[in-house]
């Protein structure tokens, strides 16, 4: 996976939160991995149908 994006000079690094930077990494790697069932972020993520683009500028 590539996280460069939410690096420090990234095109995704602000918002510069914990949160914004999970849900870049945690959507990065869910896209990667093809189904939610290989996708287990012990309870600090949760399964959505909404389009992370739609509310992030970088996902």
Known sequence: M???P???GGECYDPNTAASHAAFAM???YQ???NKWDCD???SAVITNQDPSTYLSCA
């Open 2 to 4: 590539d996280c460069g």
């Open 27 to 29: 959507n990065l790697y």
């Open 6 to 8: 939410i690096q420090l």
């Open 32 to 34: 990667s991995h093809g």
């Open 41 to 43: 972020f012990s309870n």
